[in-house]
């Protein structure tokens, strides 16, 4: 199976160790990788951007809205801001300025659609609820399970046989190098940088997967 299905593949099991650290090494990407990696239709990134990375977003807006008598499936939501986001050839994502987070304007391009989508809707504009929570409001506490999983990265990137690309995820991952800075240090283009991270993560995932069926004697 190529790197791409055994991404998706992985991603249907509960949360472990290896889930954490790939929302991690999602959070290296900068914008204009995520944005090109969502048009792009990469599986892994759209699963985790949608499913994992955005899901604090997307719940605070679905408990924003019940107060104004509309009540949001989170696979809703999913679907209505990716059709939004993706139409007409990824139009609206397009449509991104890089004046601010994506994330920030992700918020704010779902909540004006999710509005516009609803009935009859009751704006509080008395709420004290800011527009764009900080992301150690959204994020629930990791840190024993990062704990845990940076050990289980460090056991897995041994068992990589390209240690380029283990290397690749070790300093993106464990030791906080920003991606321009790691792209001049490999003396590699931005995009060139993405494009090893793909394979280094296809490489990573299908390492942990025979790891997996080993421990449990599959």
Not at 11 to 40: G, K, W, Y
Not at 117 to 140: A, G
Request: some cysteine; charged content about 30%.
């Amino acid at each position: 199976m190529g790197g791409k299905g055994v991404v998706c593949q992985f991603l249907v099991f509960p949360l472990c160790s290896f889930q954490i650290i790939c929302r991690i090494f999602a959070r290296t990407m900068n914008d204009r990788e995520l944005v090109e990696a969502l048009l792009n239709k990469d599986p892994f990134v759209t699963k985790l951007f949608y499913y994992r990375n955005c899901r604090p977003l997307f719940l605070s807006l679905i408990h924003r809205l019940e107060r104004n008598g509309r009540v949001w499936e989170y696979d809703e939501v999913v679907s209505e801001i990716y059709a939004l986001l993706m139409e007409d050839d990824g139009r609206r994502l397009r449509s991104f300025g890089f004046e601010c987070s994506f994330y920030q304007w992700v918020k704010v391009v779902a909540l004006r659609h999710l509005l516009a989508n609803m009935d009859k809707v009751v704006i509080d504009s008395e709420s004290q609820e800011p527009l764009y929570e900080r992301e150690s409001e959204q994020s629930v506490d990791e840190s024993a399970e990062l704990s845990t999983a940076r050990a289980d990265l460090e056991r897995l990137l041994e068992l990589m046989p390209n240690q380029r690309y283990a290397s690749v995820i070790r300093k993106l991952t464990l030791e906080g190098y920003e991606s321009e800075e790691l792209a001049q240090e490999m003396d590699v283009k931005i995009s060139n940088l993405y494009n090893i991270k793909k394979r280094a993560m296809a490489q990573l995932t299908e390492v942990a997967l025979f790891d997996k069926k080993k421990y449990n004697g599959y």
